[in-house]
Every structure is written in structure tokens, then in C-alpha cells.
């Protein structure tokens, strides 16, 4: 009798521990999450199209100032001289446009100071959700040989310009490489008698929300 009783109060703590009716049901853990805005740009002093294949490969590097050395700026010059490349990456799906800003190749240690425009040529090389298809000329316009007189920074212009409405507009993270070539007027600039020295100039990229 002892051992009927004993066996029978197991069974009823087991029933109250696992008891059908008593089942705890699911549980749920909901989670959110936020990407911010992401953008970053700059130029290489190389082919970057070889070096850069993805969205990832432009956000996280930084860009230092880079030098294009070793042009030739007069009638010896070969055409299209290589500046390196241009890089961008956003995730923003907003209107933006990616614009350059040209200043003049300058020796302020020449009396009197010499300026010597160019022409700047920007061509896609790889990318993603961006037009395959751009090849940008910037340039000082109608001045194309150096000078003693002197020659003002471009107004930006732009080397991509998208908008919600464009059929080339993606809402995604978009990047693009584009090569740099630049071409100087050689004939005209030993015409003018461009004298010896060291001439220095800048390009500056800018990125737009519109």
C-alpha cells in the first residue's frame, strides 16, 4: 500500500509540472534597426578600376590628397596624360550630383607669375547604379595656353547629376570609378614662353544633395 501511494503523488507533481494546460506558448524578440547615410569620395593616383570592386571598397577607405607627377607641359607632351582616377559611394536616395572645380597649374615664384589652364577628361570605368556611359571634358574654355595674366579657378561643373525622376536613378547604394586624363596646349604654351619651374594646380570634387 505504501508503494501505491508513493508512485501516485510522483505522477500528480509530474501532471502539475507538465500539464498541457499549462503551456507557456511562444515568445517573440522584435528587432529594429537603422542605416544611416553613408558617402565618401576622393581621388587615387592610379587606375583605381583594377583595385576597386565593390560599394564597400570606396566607404571605408580614406582618401589622402593625391599628387599627378611628371606631366609634361609643353609641345613634347603626349595626348591624354594620366591623372589617376576618381572615386565616389553614397547610399542616399536622394537627388545628388558629383561636380569639379578646376584651378589653374601655378609657379608663384616666377615674376611675374605664370598661370596654365588644361583640360580635364573624366571617363566611367566601373561601378554600380550609375550611367555607364559618362565622359566629362572640363576645361578653362577658350583659354588654353599659359599666361601672365591671371586665370580664375572653373565654375563647378558637373560630372554626374541624378534625380528621382531620371529613368538612370536607383534607389540603392551606388559607386562609380572614373580615369582622369588631362591634355595641355603644348605649342601654345612654348609659344608663350612658359619658363622653367614647378607648376601646381588642384582639381576639387564636390557631392551635391540637390
Known amino acids: 500500500m505504501k508503494k501505491a501511494i508513493a508512485i501516485l503523488l510522483v505522477l500528480l507533481v509530474a501532471g502539475v509540472m507538465f500539464g498541457a494546460d499549462d503551456s507557456p506558448g511562444t ?19 592610379s587606375n ?13 577607405t580614406t582618401y589622402d590628397t593625391a599628387t599627378a607627377t611628371d606631366l609634361v607641359l609643353d609641345s613634347e607632351a603626349l595626348p591624354n596624360q594620366s591623372v589617376g582616377s576618381y572615386v565616389f559611394a553614397t547610399n542616399a536616395n536622394v537627388d545628388y550630383a ?6 589653374p597649374l601655378v609657379d608663384s ?8 589652364p588644361y583640360s580635364l577628361k573624366a571617363t566611367y570605368a566601373a561601378g554600380l547604379n550609375v550611367p555607364t556611359d559618362t565622359d566629362v571634358t572640363f576645361d578653362f574654355g577658350e583659354t588654353t595656353a599659359a599666361s601672365t595674366r591671371a586665370i580664375s579657378a572653373t565654375t563647378p561643373k558637373n560630372l554626374i547629376s ?5 529613368t538612370d536613378f536607383v ?3 551606388k ?23 614647378k607648376y ?8 551635391v544633395v540637390k
Open 98 to 103: 558629383v561636380s569639379f572645380t578646376l584651378n
Open 162 to 166: 541624378l534625380g528621382s525622376g531620371d
Open 109 to 116: 615664384s616666377t615674376r611675374p607669375t605664370w598661370y596654365v
Open 200 to 207: 601646381s594646380g588642384s582639381v576639387v570634387a564636390s557631392i
Open 171 to 173: 534607389k540603392a547604394a
Open 175 to 197: 559607386w562609380g570609378v572614373y580615369t582622369l586624363v588631362v591634355n595641355f596646349d603644348g605649342a601654345g604654351n612654348e609659344d608663350a614662353g612658359l619658363p622653367v619651374g
Open 27 to 45: 515568445a517573440q524578440l522584435d528587432i529594429t534597426a537603422a542605416m544611416g547615410n553613408k558617402a565618401n569620395h576622393g581621388f587615387l593616383d
Open 48 to 60: 583605381a578600376a583594377s583595385e576597386i570592386d565593390s560599394f564597400g571598397d570606396v566607404i571605408n
